[in-house]
């Protein structure tokens, strides 16, 4: 791993997290990281706080690269692929965390044979806690899914599913930090409601929230099992859950996983003959 040669295509909020967790936990050498991004501030920042490489040209970033992270918006991809077709090493991998984009294109544009992974992170890299699924292309042998998750461990956890699941996994935990983050804030205000200050409430929240998912974690129990242990007989819980039953929040959050699901798969539609996404 100290011996690769990485670029990333792309440095804002994913691709600099990424980055960080590669490059701080020692996993790759900041001497043999290449980043590019047409957001030359962006760059500059990035270079001074993890003395990498940098260039607003994308194939000059990627020329010596043994693994090229691609952390574009999906809609920009098709274009920055284009760019690279023909320049890049024959021995690369592709690493792509753009939501619902195929394997299958990456290595139609990128000529036949090229070896592709595809990863569904999620925000939570900033602070080392992304939960990811990674999936291999057609080429991609086992040793580059060993790399890419030892990669992607560097910011949190790291699992190999099939590609057919990885639109289920960006609905589920590619977009979940959000549905913690609307949670957080949505008990947050309802501790306003009940009397708290902004601060206390918030506080209380994060930690309520972080403490529970920590809970399920250390004691592998099903949080139903869990949810027992906390309804007594007529007491608050059960009546918070009465009422939260009634107004459907599991219906609510399946529906939204299964809404994110389905415009990750629409995000990977074959393109249309203008290079725009059909959608
Ligand atoms: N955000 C998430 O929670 C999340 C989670 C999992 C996966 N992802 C995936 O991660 C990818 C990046 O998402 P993001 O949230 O990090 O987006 P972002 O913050 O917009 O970062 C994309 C970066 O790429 C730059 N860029 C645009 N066109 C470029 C080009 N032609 N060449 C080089 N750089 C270019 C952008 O510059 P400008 O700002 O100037 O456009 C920006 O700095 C997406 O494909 C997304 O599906 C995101």
């Not at 003395?51 to 970033?61: G, L, P, W, Y």
């Not at 090493?89 to 070896?115: H, M, N």
């Not at 009940?194 to 506080?203: D, E, F, I, K």
């Amino acid at each position: 791993m100290k011996k690769l040669n990485m670029a990333c295509i792309g440095v804002g909020n994913m691709g600099r997290a990424l980055l960080r967790g590669m490059v701080t936990s020692g996993a790759v050498v900041p001497s043999r990281v290449f980043a590019s991004d047409r957001n030359k501030q962006r760059l500059a920042e990035l270079k001074r706080e993890l003395k990498i490489h940098t260039s607003s040209d994308n194939r000059e970033a990627t020329r010596r690269a043994d693994v090229v992270i691609l952390a574009v918006k999906p809609q920009i991809l098709h274009k920055v692929l284009d760019e690279l077709a023909g320049q890049v090493q024959k021995q690369a991998l592709f690493v792509s965390i753009a939501a619902g984009y195929p394997t299958g294109l990456i290595e139609q544009t990128l000529g036949d044979k090229t070896r592709v992974i595809r990863a569904m992170p999620n925000i939570a890299a900033m602070v080392g806690q992304a939960a990811t699924a990674i999936c291999a292309g057609r080429w991609a042998k086992k040793s580059d899914i060993r790399v890419a998750t030892k990669l992607f461990e560097t910011c949190g956890t790291c699992t190999t599913v099939d590609e057919s699941l990885m639109d289920a996994v960006t609905g589920l935990s590619g977009t979940g930090p959000m549905y913690v983050f609307i949670i957080i804030e949505a008990l947050s205000d309802a501790g306003v409601k009940v009397g708290l200050s902004r601060q206390q409430a918030t506080a209380l929240a994060i930690q309520t929230v972080s403490g529970a998912a920590r809970m399920v974690k250390e004691t592998g129990k099903h949080p139903i099992f869990l949810k027992d242990l906390v309804t007594s007989p007529g007491g608050t819980a059960i009546n918070a859950l009465y009422s939260m039953e009634k107004t459907g929040l599991r219906a609510d959050l399946m529906d939204a996983v299964e809404a994110a699901t389905r415009r990750s798969r629409e995000l990977g539609l074959p393109l249309s003959g203008d290079g725009q996404q059909e959608t």
